[in-house]
Nanobody, 122 residues
């Protein structure tokens, strides 16, 4: 499966962005999907995940502000980001887990997209 992330950009604090991650190849219907982010000089961190049944989990730092969703008919996963903060600035990556139920662990994911830059100005 190949993933193509898009939707990043520059936004002011308090604004919103929606990231998309389109999958090509074998369908992702039974895969858990996730978003991670990596700020300059930091390790890649888990943001959110969604399993094949639609169950979602969020990092404490984004809960209540970000929403992950999936449209399997379009082979696309989304991350709606609201009430954004400067500390949300990072490259955002989507990832897929072939056999899991959703995980916070980077090593559990089997394939990754190329990343999309999100910058939040204060």
């Amino acid at each position: 499966v190949q993933l193509q992330a898009s939707g990043g950009g520059l936004v002011q604090a308090g604004g919103s962005l929606r990231l998309s991650c389109a999958a090509s190849g074998p369908n992702m219907d039974y895969h858990a999907m996730a978003w991670f982010c990596q700020a300059p000089g930091k390790q890649r961190e888990w943001v959110s995940c969604i399993n094949s049944a639609g169950s979602t989990h969020y990092a404490d730092s984004v809960r209540g502000r970000f929403t992950i969703s999936r449209d399997d008919a379009k082979s696309t996963v989304y991350l709606q980001m609201n009430a954004m903060k400067p500390e949300d600035t990072a490259v955002y990556y989507c990832a897929g887990d072939l056999g899991g139920d959703g995980s916070r662990v980077r090593e559990d994911y089997d394939y990754w997209g190329q990343g999309t830059q999100v910058t939040v100005s204060s």
